[in-house]
């Protein structure tokens, strides 16, 4: 009897990447790590899922990362002495990297601490273009104590031009960048006080989730996409109209170093980003080809996140661009992957040429060469087209004869070309 169960599909929110489309996802991947050397950064790699504690304490409660968004689960004990445990697939990756930064004593070696990761990330969206459930971050975090040079505009500036650098290694150009600074501890709550005053009129006429942010964090108005209150957002105080001295010497340090670099930018004082850690310096990258919400990637300054995670003072700043909007902004350029296809399709002609066929393949990928095997019940027409449909340039026929003689045909199917190739020297015919 037939079984006539549906067949089983991915989770909804998530998606297969198949090739050949993983080849556009592997050039950023490979871009970036080689941008990132360049710069000093090491990859760090941390687990997919924290105590949630980590998430409230560091991206903030009031956040809609943390107060919508978050794949939690409670972790049952398993002996008397344990206790359960609330567990969060993670979010973001900037908490978790600070956690093992304040775990491992990383702080102590006395260097600055330059942190990139490559992975996924987990938030119960509403699933749109681009957005997923499961989806893919590149990120980087420049943290340590202060005797290090972390608190440096500098470093800020740094972030800012090597991303920049990434964009042009990728071949992204239709970029623009977005700054502003969000203050620090000591100016900020005059900022919070401002918006309350001048929300006081108008939050019942917004949103609820601006009703809600007015009282517990009204900085968060600010990050409200809601279009009918976006007027309303336009008419609140600035955030540079409070900015202390120090604040407004740091963000003037970073623009100046991007002006030296060349690095072009608008200041955008209503852009706060959507995690409370960030501290001074914000900054996000947008793209025309991403439609309505054009962010690419985005980062910031997060000053105090060490501290209020229990561990010891290290500024820091960092950023993170998610892969599948990123890999859209490249389509909408009409950036391609490098060719990735094999040099060679190796065509065993008959009984008993398996061998034959497997042992040059093996040899060619000792010498660094891609190549494909076909099969030795294959006809030749057949090994022909297979090379073709793959893209390959040059099929290389392994019978009884050619391996007596101890040279091959070797056919280009650019030009049509056939020639005989010894042994010895079907490396350099290929290449």
């Given at each position: 009897m037939a079984d006539t169960?549906?067949?089983?599909?991915?989770?909804?929110?998530?998606r297969d990447i198949l090739p050949p489309d993983t080849s556009l996802w592997q050039h950023v991947e490979d871009s970036a790590r080689r941008v990132f050397h360049r710069y000093n950064f090491h990859?760090?790699?941390?687990?997919?899922?924290?105590?949630?504690?980590?998430?409230a304490r560091g991206v903030g409660e009031e956040t809609d990362i943390v107060g919508k968004e978050m794949?939690?689960?409670?972790?049952?004990?398993?002996?008397?002495?344990?206790?359960?445990?609330?567990?969060?697939?993670?979010?973001?990756?900037?908490?978790?990297?600070?956690?093992?930064?304040?775990?491992?004593?990383l702080g102590e070696s006395g260097m600055l601490q330059k942190l990139y990761y490559v992975g996924p990330q987990f938030r119960r969206e509403r699933p749109q273009k681009g957005r997923y459930r499961q989806f893919y971050q590149i990120g980087a975090e420049v943290l340590g104590p202060p005797s290090a040079g972390?608190?440096?505009?500098?470093?800020?500036?740094?972030?800012?031009?090597?991303?920049?650098?990434?964009?042009?290694e990728v071949g992204i150009q239709q970029w623009s960048l977005h700054l502003n600074s969000v203050g620090c501890a000591d100016c900020r709550p005059k900022y919070n006080e401002a918006l309350r005053a001048a929300l006081k009129d108008v939050v019942h006429t917004m949103c609820a989730d601006c009703r809600r942010r007015a009282v517990n964090n009204p900085l968060r108005v600010l990050d409200c996409k809601v279009p009918e209150d976006q007027p309303k957002i336009a008419a609140l105080p600035t955030i540079g109209q409070y900015l202390d001295e120090k604040c407004r010497v740091h963000f003037s340090e970073v623009k100046s170093i991007l002006d030296a670099t060349g690095i072009r930018y608008d200041v955008n004082?209503?852009?706060?980003?959507?995690?409370?850690?960030?501290?001074?310096?914000?900054?996000?990258f947008s793209h025309g080809g991403l439609g309505a919400q054009s962010a690419l990637l985005g980062g910031g300054r997060y000053d105090g996140l060490s501290e209020s995670l229990g561990?010891?003072?290290?500024?820091?700043?960092?950023?993170a661009l998610g892969l599948d909007r990123?890999?859209?902004?490249?389509?909408?350029?009409g950036v391609t992957a490098p060719a990735t296809a094999p040099r060679a399709y190796i065509a065993p002609l008959g009984a008993g040429m398996n061998p034959e066929a497997a042992k040059l393949a093996?040899?060619?990928?000792?010498q660094g060469m891609a190549v494909e095997v076909g099969d030795e019940s294959f006809r030749l027409k057949k090994s022909f087209e297979s090379a073709e449909r793959a893209g390959i340039p040059f099929v290389v026929i392994i019978g009884e004869n050619e391996v007596k003689a101890g040279a091959f045909a070797v056919k280009d199917l650019t030009s049509g070309e056939q020639v005989t190739v010894s042994r010895g020297e079907i490396v350099k015919t290929l290449s």
């Open positions: 169960r549906q067949p089983i599909k991915a989770v909804r929110g998530t990859e760090i790699r941390t687990p997919i899922f924290e105590a949630t504690e980590l998430f794949f939690t689960w409670e972790d049952k004990a398993r002996a008397q002495s344990e206790r359960s445990q609330s567990l969060t697939l993670r979010p973001e990756n900037t908490a978790g990297v600070v956690r093992a930064y304040i775990e491992h004593k972390s608190e440096s505009p500098a470093r800020d500036a740094e972030v800012i031009v090597m991303l920049a650098d990434l964009l042009r004082e209503r852009m706060v980003r959507g995690i409370d850690y960030y501290t001074r310096t914000t900054f996000e561990g010891p003072k290290a500024p820091g700043i960092g950023f990123f890999v859209i902004a490249l389509e909408a350029e093996h040899e060619l990928r000792e």
